[in-house]
């Protein structure tokens, strides 16, 4: 690819795509070329080659979610992973200013278990419809309905609904975390299909939120998933527990987004179809070269408000910190912390 002649504008930045640019970017475009076209990365790589020399100016370490897009996954994050391995990780960075490419909950969490370091997130609007469906007095109303039965709190939620709340969990430990309170009933929030589809692998009773749903991946249905296993013999189907209970009955495994990606890692099927967001697929495709990916997929308006040239500014101005009562953030850890010492 000859350099382009072109200038990329962020705010009052202008980058060119110089041939310095294109040689030190060059490794990075070779992960990624399945996935990017040229002409895009004539746009991307002068913002990704300027995020990554102001990391190291500002000793800043970008978290990123596996549905970050792939220019921002394979190509500015120093850690990728789902939300139990941000949080892990976010533990254990040692640079003074996290960048949390992801949603907002993923980085009040980060925040809750760092308060001493400068926790950033590209775009502050980047929500999610699960953390927004219940609030710290819906928890206590239901707390008052089931006296003494405890609160497992998915980490899709705001601060103040941790901070009421038992234990927390991911997609990726709900079965442990549940399994560890010792008790024959739990009350999960807020999402209900997760809810679902965990009490069916765990022997214990579990009342749930009727309001919480995530509404991408709420959108498949199984006679979705079974047109494309009609029109792809053999396809391997791998859905998020975030899908409705249908959905994941009809899958040939669910998991969070890390284990999603591990069982394509390490069973290389000819063909998969992975049931969540757009992003996922595309960042395991570029990792999984010799995989075929039939995808169907839903994408996160949330998520995608996250862009590389919202880093960019975010790294380069300090702005978007975000911020937590300490008095809040220290009752929200401990539920952070307990589900952490589970698994
Ligand atoms: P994971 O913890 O599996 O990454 O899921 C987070 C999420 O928001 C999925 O929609
Ligand atoms: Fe929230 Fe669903 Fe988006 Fe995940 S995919 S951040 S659960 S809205």
Redo the contacts with the bound molecule.
């Keep these: 690819m000859a350099a382009v002649e072109q200038t990329v504008t962020t705010d009052d930045l202008v980058l060119p795509f110089t041939d310095e640019v294109k040689a030190r970017t060059a490794p990075l475009f070779d992960k990624v070329k399945n996935q990017i076209d040229e002409l895009d990365w004539v746009y991307f790589a002068p913002l990704i080659d300027e995020i990554n020399r102001l990391k190291k100016e500002k000793n800043a370490v970008i978290l990123a979610?596996n549905?970050q897009t792939p220019e921002i996954y394979h190509c500015v994050a120093d850690v990728v992973g789902d939300s139990l391995k941000l949080a892990r990780d976010a533990v254990e960075a040692e640079a003074d200013t996290i960048v949390l490419c992801?949603?907002h909950?993923m980085a009040e969490t980060a925040k809750i278990l760092n308060p001493a370091k400068r926790v950033l997130i590209p775009d502050p609007k980047a929500?999610?419809?699960?953390?927004e469906s219940i609030t710290a007095d819906d928890v206590l109303a239901l707390k008052a309905q089931y006296p003494g039965v405890p609160v497992v709190t998915y980490v899709?939620t705001t601060a103040e609904v941790k901070a009421v709340s038992d234990i927390c969990c991911t997609s990726g430990n709900a079965v442990e975390v549940i399994e560890s309170l010792g008790t024959d009933r739990v009350i999960m929030l807020p999402?209900k299909y997760l809810a679902a589809n965990i009490a069916k692998q765990t022997g214990v009773e579990v009342i749930t939120w009727e309001k919480g749903r995530?509404?991408?991946?709420e959108q498949f249905t199984p006679e979705q998933v079974q047109d494309f296993r009609d029109q792809n013999p053999g396809v391997v189907v791998i859905a998020h527990p975030?899908c409705t209970p249908e959905v994941v009955d009809v899958a040939d495994f669910s998991g969070s987004t890390a284990q999603m990606a591990n069982y394509v890692r390490d069973h290389h099927p000819d063909k998969v179809f992975m049931v969540?967001?757009c992003s996922m697929s595309d960042n395991v495709a570029a990792e999984n070269p010799e995989v075929d990916f039939v995808k169907p997929c839903t994408v996160?308006?949330?998520?995608k408000r996250i862009t590389l040239a919202k880093i960019l500014t975010t790294l380069r101005d300090g702005v978007h910190e975000v911020d937590v009562d300490p008095a809040l953030a220290e009752k929200a850890r401990g539920a952070v912390d307990r589900m952490l010492a589970v698994k």
């Excluded at 929500?127 to 953390?131: D, K, T």
């Excluded at 995530?214 to 991946?217: I, K, L, Q, S, Y």
């Excluded at 996160?300 to 998520?303: A, F, G, L």
């Design positions: 979610h549905y992801g949603v909950f929500g999610c419809s699960l953390a899709n999402d995530c509404e991408v991946h975030e969540t967001e996160c308006p949330h998520m």
